[in-house]
């Protein structure tokens, strides 16, 4: 006899509202953290361009890490 399939297991509203809710914080967090890491760059060795650099690394890492997520949460479906 073959064996029935699982239902699909609903998940949690809240678990997925903490996930969706995170892409929305991490572009803007990576994008502050690298502007503040390249002011304190510029500090340290008295420049007045790095954080031009961590701004741009920080908004390409958020949007890396977003895609990632959203990618994941594709997987999880």
Partial sequence: MPERPNPP???DPIVSLARYS??????????????FLGKL????????WLYLVGLLFGAV???WQMI?????AYKDK
Avoid: N, S
């Fill in 22 to 35: 995170e892409i929305g914080f991490i572009i803007p967090a990576a994008i502050l953290l690298g502007f």
């Fill in 41 to 48: 760059a510029d500090y340290w060795l008295h420049t007045k």
């Fill in 61 to 63: 890492v958020g949007f």
């Fill in 9 to 11: 297991e609903r998940k």
């Fill in 68 to 72: 990632r997520m959203a990618v994941g």
